[in-house]
T-cell receptor, first 113, second 115 residues
Framework: DADVTQTPRNRITKTGKRIMLECSQT?????MYWYRQDPGLGLRLIYY???????NKGEISDGYSVSRQAQAKFSLSLESAIPNQTALYFC????????????FGSGTRLTVV | AQSVAQPEDQVNVAEGNPLTVKCTYS??????LFWYVQYPNRGLQFLLK??????LVKGSYGFEAEFNKSQTSFHLKKPSALVSDSALYFC?????????????FGKGTKLSVKP
């Protein structure tokens, strides 16, 4: 099993719908992250969490919300999806120090029509 | 503010030739630097990191990176490119600012290795 698992792998949804992307990890890491990837823009941080009670906004949090249900689970929600949220979304984890880099999930490709 | 730059959107190399993917950084403290690779339809995979010590860091798949403090660079290198090295490469630096150690990623460089 993968260390960081994202579901679903692909999703097509309609404008205005609420959608949740899920991430679970078996690394035992405290830190979890959500990024979106767009061509030419690299990775942009949406939200990050250092533990269940510590949630922080990243550079592009508008239109998104998150929930850290447990140390191992971190979900991303789009409350009312819009077409410019079409992107590849990645979950990542790291230890508390952050000194040793991240472990990434395989990504969720989201298309909003 | 901490930042990382990858000046080339794309690098084209012939198979068997050496390759270099460039990265420069700006940090307020000692740099923690990383390279990741993304193959099509896959997540990012860790290649190598520099925290301290030898300026030449060896990583996965035959890649290495050279840390140069005076030039604030951390270029990724491989002596002999393979077609299978074709992928998207990201440089990252640890942030010392308000995000408490999050990684800041460059925009990525697409490496294309032709037979």
């Amino acid at each position: 099993d993968a260390d960081v698992t994202q579901t679903p792998r692909n999703r097509i949804t309609k404008t205005g719908k609420r959608i949740m992307l899920e991430c679970s990890q078996t690394k035992g890491h405290d830190r979890m992250y959500w990024y979106r990837q767009d061509p030419g823009l690299g990775l942009r941080l949406i939200y990050y969490s250092f533990d269940v009670k510590d949630i922080n906004k990243g550079e592009i949090s508008d239109g998104y919300s998150v929930s850290r249900q447990a140390q191992a689970k971190f979900s991303l929600s789009l409350e009312s999806a819009i077409p410019n949220q079409t992107a590849l979304y990645f979950c990542a984890t790291s230890d508390l120090s952050g000194n040793y880099g991240y472990t990434f999930g395989s990504g969720t490709r989201l298309t909003v029509v | 503010a901490q930042s990382v730059a990858q000046p080339e959107d794309q690098v084209n190399v012939a198979e068997g030739n050496p390759l270099t993917v460039k990265c420069t950084y700006s940090v307020s403290g000692n740099p923690y630097l990383f390279w990741y690779v993304q193959y099509p339809n896959r997540g990012l995979q860790f290649l190598l990191k520099y925290i301290t010590g030898d300026n030449l860091v060896k990583g996965s798949y035959g890649f290495e990176a050279e840390f140069n403090k005076s030039q604030t660079s951390f270029h990724l290198k491989k002596p002999s490119a393979l077609v299978s090295d074709s992928a998207l490469y990201f440089c990252a630096v640890r942030d010392y600012g308000g995000s408490q150690g999050n990684l800041i990623f460059g925009k990525g460089t697409k490496l294309s290795v032709k037979p």
